[in-house]
């Protein structure tokens, strides 16, 4: 079965650093998402991102955040300056997107962020 | 504004039979889903609602009622594997799920 897959798996990094995260989405996707879960929290929705430009961001996702899919198969998150707060497990996932499907969401296995 | 509410935790005894319940209050509705969440690992694809009324797939069986904001998810034949956090998600007229705050299962031999 295709899969979201997600590099690193983990990433340790000083406060105040900048750190990309990196996503596969399945080939023939047309929706990316990123995702975040605080250890013992919900999963929060970051981001969705549609026909190269994103489509909806959440209260999180503020001005030190930026996605991009820098050619046909990777997307990034960008977290410019890095915060405590910041750890977390981030999820990419992506979505056929098309009505025809129950659309579910695929999701890769995680970076697990720590701000030291 | 979204809010999606689970029981925080459940215990069952293996064999049995459980219900998790989910209530939502969404700004729009376009389909609900549960997801299965073992520590440390992503979410899977367990279930998908869009119209009221009972999907069964093996073990797993999902109800939802759109009226009542309501759906639950309902695990038969209890094993040890099950133990998991479940995460019942709505995604909203757009393309954006928002998720519950799981509920943890422990299956108890």
């Known amino acids: 079965e295709p899969e979201v897959t997600q590099t690193p798996s983990h990433q340790v990094t000083q406060m105040g650093q900048e750190v990309i995260l990196r996503c596969v989405p399945i080939?023939?996707?047309?929706?990316f998402y990123w995702y975040r879960q605080i250890l013992g929290q919900k999963v929060e929705f970051l981001v969705s991102?549609?026909?190269?430009?994103?489509?909806?961001k959440s209260e999180i996702f503020d001005d030190q955040f930026s996605v991009e899919r820098p050619d046909g198969s990777n997307f990034t998150l960008k977290i410019r300056s890095t915060k405590l707060e910041d750890s977390a497990m981030y999820f990419c996932?992506?979505?056929?997107?098309?009505?025809?499907?129950?659309?579910?969401?695929?999701f890769g296995s995680g970076t697990q962020l720590s701000v030291l | 504004g979204q809010n999606i509410d689970q029981p925080t935790e459940m215990t069952a005894t293996e064999g049995a039979i459980v219900q998790i319940n989910c209530t939502y209050q969404?700004?729009?509705?376009?389909?609900l889903f549960w997801y299965q969440q073992h520590a440390g690992e992503a979410p899977t694809f367990l279930s998908y609602?869009?119209?009221?009324g009972l999907e069964e797939k093996g073990r797993f069986s999902s109800f939802l009622s759109r009226s009542k904001g309501y759906s639950y998810l309902l695990l038969k034949e209890l094993q040890m594997k099950d133990s998991a956090s479940y995460l019942c998600?709505?995604?909203?007229?757009?393309?954006?799920?928002?998720f519950g705050p799981g509920t943890r299962l422990s299956v108890l031999p």
């Open positions: 996932a992506s979505s056929d997107g098309r009505e025809t499907t129950n659309e579910k969401l695929f």
């Open positions: 080939s023939n996707h047309l929706y």
């Open positions: 991102f549609y026909n190269n430009e994103i489509s909806e």
């Open positions: 969404t700004s729009g509705f376009n389909g």
């Open positions: 609602n869009v119209l009221d």
């Open positions: 998600a709505v995604r909203d007229y757009g393309q954006n799920f928002v």
